[in-house]
């Protein structure tokens, strides 16, 4: 696992992954994978992601299924929140949205067994919820205690959501943060692959981590890069390098 090249970079906090633990799974056990995380002296603070449960419809059922085994996964690990994104491409209507309630309900209930918050988070591009703003209405109509609203800085800038948004956010409501940097180009050629470490593109990272921090939040913050040349790179090198330049925008903002 990667984890072991993270903590000898000086990482303290992770997020689990499917992927990651799946293909840990391949060749060894949960129980391993539990005690890789603790010998190296990490704590695992949130795990994702399942989809298409947010948006109604005939895969909700395995959706839900999949999510059942996921928590079972994870909470042992001490986990008590997962990573829920909306992806979807269809057209949607205001009924389908009250549905959409119905479904963060019943995603909170199930959740809840684990004792685990399901975490909404929105996705640039996508048809159903798709900003910052969306993400706050629905989780409140819905007002499920696990069943939260997250963050990731990087769709939030690069998407349709704007720095104004972030006034709506109510004390302590914000459950998680993503962050990379957005880089220099026309917003159209943006997408998941373009991500940045924070510090090497142009968005105003410290600013929005300070507002974050007004409004409460106070905990982790996942740096999450997907490119090819991050993900092929050599994981205790990208780790060491993301600390280093992640870490003054972090005391720029008063949050490390």
């Known amino acids: 696992m990667r984890t072991r090249h993270w903590a000898r970079a ?29 010998d190296l002296g990490l704590k695992a603070v949130s795990c994702g992601a399942e989809r298409g449960l947010w948006e109604p419809g005939p895969d909700r059922a395995a959706a ?3 999510l059942k085994t996921r928590c079972e996964q994870f909470s042992p690990f001490g986990i008590d929140r997962i990573v829920i994104p909306s992806f979807s491409t269809q057209k949607w209507t205001l009924d389908d ?32 919820i798709a900003t910052l703003p969306t993400t706050l209405k629905l989780t ?12 990731d800085v990087y769709l939030f800038w690069s998407g349709m ?7 709506q956010i109510r004390p302590q409501e914000i459950a998680h943060v993503h962050w990379a940097d957005v880089p220099d180009v026309p917003r159209e050629l ?5 991500r940045e470490i924070p510090g090497e593109g142009v968005a105003p990272l410290a600013r929005i981590l300070r507002k974050l921090a007004e409004r409460g939040y ?15 790179a050599d994981p205790y090198e990208l780790a060491r390098g993301i600390r280093q330049k992640a870490e003054p925008i972090m005391r720029q903002a008063g949050v490390l």
């Open 10 to 38: 000086g990482i303290k906090y992770v997020e689990l992954t499917s992927a990651l633990l799946d293909g840990f799974l391949k060749t060894d056990s949960l129980a391993a994978a539990r005690r890789v995380v603790s």
């Open 97 to 128: 949205y009250k549905r959409g309630i119905d479904a963060m309900r019943e995603v909170g209930e199930t959740a809840k067994a684990y004792r685990m918050i399901g975490m909404v988070e929105f996705i640039r591009g996508t048809t159903f």
């Open 190 to 194: 943006l997408d998941g692959l373009t």
């Open 140 to 151: 409140r109509e819905a007002n499920h205690p696990n069943v939260r609203p997250m963050i």
């Open 161 to 167: 959501s704007q720095l104004g948004d972030l006034d």
């Open 218 to 232: 106070s905990g982790p913050a996942s740096v999450e890069v997907f490119s090819p040349k991050h993900q092929q």
């Open 64 to 66: 839900l299924d999949r």
